[in-house]
Nanobody
Framework: QVQLVESGGGLVQAGGSLRLSCAAS????????MGWFRQAPGKEREFVAA????????YYADSVKGRFFISRDNGKNTVYLQMNSLKPEDTAVYSC?????????????????WGQGTQVTVSS
């Protein structure tokens, strides 16, 4: 199993940037594909970005493409989400998730391991 802890959330003005981190502990981090998801009040959890375990392929939701960037440092057991040009509609609880395959990385239900989440609030 793997345990995940997010950090880096906070309050930022529209147009600003934040970098989220997700630290993993437990089994070998390099064997997991990692995803970031978000859930706004009254809405379902949605996919944001993912990075595969093997060839580091990256995937993004259309709503964040070109603004958000996912990366990982296997030496530090950490995955990052750099968020630029933030908009009020990006306000949500952001959670990282892990899975042992490199398939279906955009599917929420395919991730068995989740962190607690970190709040991101973007003011207009």
């Amino acid at each position: 199993q793997v345990q995940l802890v997010e950090s880096g959330g906070g309050l930022v003005q529209a147009g600003g940037s934040l970098r989220l981190s997700c630290a993993a502990s437990g089994r070998a981090f390099s064997g997991y594909s990692m995803g970031w998801f978000r859930q706004a009040p009254g809405k379902e959890r949605e996919f944001v970005a993912a990075i595969s375990r093997s060839y580091f392929g990256t995937y993004y939701a259309d709503s964040v493409k070109g603004r958000f960037f996912i990366s990982r440092d296997n030496g530090k057991n950490t995955v990052y989400l750099q968020m630029n040009s933030l908009k009020p509609e990006d306000t949500a609880v952001y959670s990282c998730a892990a899975k042992t395959t490199a398939r279906e990385l955009m599917k929420t239900d395919d991730y068995p391991y989740w962190g607690q989440g970190t709040q991101v609030t973007v003011s207009s």
